[in-house]
């Protein structure tokens, strides 16, 4: 976030003339709204200023609309490093023990308490996103990093399933599990055992390889925003 505060001194901000933004951050309510940027400079907090645009959007972000300053030696500050920021906000979200962890533009969490694969599903959606789908192996080999740190004990559902279409696999996304892409079923599987399997899981007993099983068995699993 940009300080609504001068900084204590100049040459702060990596900068001689740090700026900051006069007047309060906008609720979400009120839109994009106009302030005012100030270039604190020679014991002026408002030596240089010019017009800016921020936005408030869910889940305690901000969004600026920043020209470049229109003269050199200033920059604009942030109250934190961005990284804090960015992981600050992810902790607000959800509601269960753990938080959702950030990898580029999605966001992941796993919940420690155990649901069917509709229940989970709907958990997810609450959140305003769905079960995780693994597309690459660095997914897969990121969420079993968050799977060692939870349990790794439990089985895990997720966003996979040949509900609609026996034997045709659909991620959560609603993209088909594409042929020639990644998979990472485990040895015999998706075997449909009993007739009755339709629901992805990430199997603990076979190295969180993936499995079908019974969709209203209560698992732990994975989201994702
Ligand atoms: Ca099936
Ligand atoms: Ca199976």
Not at 29 to 40: D, L, M, N, P, Y
Not at 154 to 179: C, H, Q, R
Not at 180 to 209: H, M, S, V, Y
Request: proline share 5%; aromatic share 12%.
């Amino acid at each position: 976030m940009m300080p609504t505060k001068r900084p204590l001194e100049t040459n702060r901000c990596g900068t001689h003339a740090p700026v900051w933004m006069k007047g309060e951050h906008p609720t979400s309510i009120q839109g994009a709204v106009r302030r005012t940027a100030c270039a604190f400079w020679e014991g002026e907090e408002c030596h240089w200023s010019w017009t800016i645009h921020v936005m408030a959007c869910p889940a305690g972000y901000y969004v600026y609309k920043l020209p470049k300053p229109t003269i050199c030696h200033a920059a604009y500050c942030t109250t934190v490093p961005l990284d804090e920021d960015a992981e600050g906000s992810g902790e607000s979200e959800g509601s269960g023990d753990m938080t959702y962890t950030r990898r580029g533009d999605t966001q992941y969490k796993i919940y420690t308490e155990s649901k069917t694969y509709d229940a989970a599903k709907k958990t997810c959606a609450a959140d305003g996103g769905h079960l995780a789908v693994i597309k690459t192996e660095a997914v897969y080999n990121f969420l079993l990093g968050m799977i060692r740190d939870a349990d790794v004990n439990k089985d895990y559902w997720i966003g996979l399933n040949d509900k609609a279409v026996e034997n045709s696999w659909t991620w959560a996304d609603g993209e088909p599990l594409n042929d020639g892409g990644f998979t990472k079923w485990a040895p015999g599987e998706p075997n449909n055992a009993e007739g009755i399997q339709d629901c992805g899981q990430l199997w603990a007993a076979k190295d969180f390889r993936w499995d079908d099983d019974r969709c209203y068995n209560a698992k732990y699993f994975i989201c994702q925003i």
